[in-house]
């Protein structure tokens, strides 16, 4: 008999959860496991890439907990014959523990994905509350179990560490489309320093615009290509404005080719304030780019400082500039950390060993031996 999950989120908004919960869709055993999605809120453009045939549910509820929540989520539980519900991050964690866990008896597995510690002192403790009574507690890196150890008092024997699986046959160096670089103005002379993701506050892109601009000072066949959308979108034109940067300065919007755009690149910088295991990141390396990236949460599990890039203190604007000119000034360095990123992740991230660590938790909770 096949094991029935709900995978339970906000949204399928595109952001690294959202594409980490795709990827487990995607590539659990069919023959195992059926898959259900729900969203809290509404589906999102991520939904597209779901390429199996799976019941998806969007509550479109916008007002937190409420009882007509709650009740239509149980139902659901009932109705589609749930037996783990998977839930993502604080808010679809106390939907699935109220509507499938202390209504509907249903297993309960949570993960964490990516947060600031500490937040709201009541909401830490609530879901202290929630994990005595949760059945499997996941995190997708050591420094975010570490924080829920710390901060939310959870044992750290319940706590399962599993970190993004990369799909690296899908992201794999090759020669850039010609058509992208003539869609973007880029020569075959020019250095393209790129990054992927939400234009959020949390994302810090401020810092590597105005980094940029001063990089771009000393380098002048340098491009900074930023991909994805968000609220902050006009914020950072009227910074590219203000800097005088429109013509090297590349603010994509929302796209759906990034394993093209990724060879577009030839470095990666992530400049987040916080991050758990980034999923882009790990793609930028797994398509052979050498990384700068911020000294924080996960990235500093992933990144091998002075093998596959280089760690900056985050908010440190002078170092982030010194790691990005030391990579566009040495080719050899450049080469070599490229082809280290490439096999760090197949060594280490690879999707086979993601989706086969959350099938044996999905069988343990479930009380089936796993071999």
Avoid at 153 to 181: C, E, Q, S, Y
């Amino acid at each position: 008999m096949k094991i029935r999950i709900l995978h339970l989120v906000l949204t399928l908004d595109t952001g690294g959860l959202e594409n980490g919960v795709v990827n487990i869709i995607n590539g659990l055993d069919d023959d195992r496991f059926e898959s259900i999605l729900c969203c809290i809120r509404h589906k999102g453009e991520l939904v597209e890439r779901i390429n199996k045939p799976i019941k998806i549910h969007a509550l479109n509820h916008y007002k937190g907990i409420t009882y007509s929540s709650i009740k239509h989520l149980r139902n659901i539980i009932q109705t589609d014959g749930i037996d783990v519900i998977h839930t993502r991050n604080y808010e679809a964690y106390t939907f699935g523990f109220f509507a499938g866990k202390a209504l509907s008896g249903r297993r309960l597995v949570h993960s964490e994905h990516g947060r600031d510690y500490p937040f709201n002192k009541v909401k830490m403790y609530l879901q202290y509350v929630l994990s005595l009574f949760t059945d499997d507690i996941i995190t997708v890196s050591g420094d975010l179990k570490e924080n829920m150890v710390r901060y939310l008092h959870i044992n750290k024997n319940r706590i399962n560490v599993i970190i993004n699986g990369v799909d690296t046959n899908k992201f794999t160096p090759r020669k850039p489309d010609a058509n992208l670089l003539r869609e973007f103005g880029i020569s075959e002379n020019d250095i393209v320093i790129g990054t992927v993701g939400r234009l959020v506050e949390v994302k810090n892109f401020p810092e590597l615009i105005n980094t940029f601009k001063r990089l771009r000072q000393q380098h002048n066949n340098v491009r900074l290509m930023i991909v994805g959308d968000g609220p902050l979108m006009e914020d950072f034109l009227d910074l590219r404005r203000k800097l005088a940067l429109e013509e090297s300065v590349i603010l994509t919007g929302r796209r759906n080719d990034i394993p093209e755009l990724l060879r577009v690149f030839d470095v990666y910088a992530l400049t987040s304030w916080n991050e758990g295991i980034s999923n882009t990141l790990l793609e930028a390396m797994s398509t052979g780019l050498p990384i700068v990236a911020s000294e924080v949460g996960g990235n500093v599990e992933i990144i091998h400082h002075g093998k596959v890039g280089y760690l900056y203190p985050s908010g440190n604007q002078k170092k982030l500039l010194e790691s990005l000119e030391s990579l566009i000034e040495e080719n050899d360095t450049l080469d070599t950390f490229s082809k280290n990123a490439r096999a760090h992740v197949i060594n280490n991230y690879s999707m086979e060993a993601m989706l086969n660590n959350y099938s044996i938790q999905y069988s343990q909770v479930m009380g089936i031996e796993t071999s």
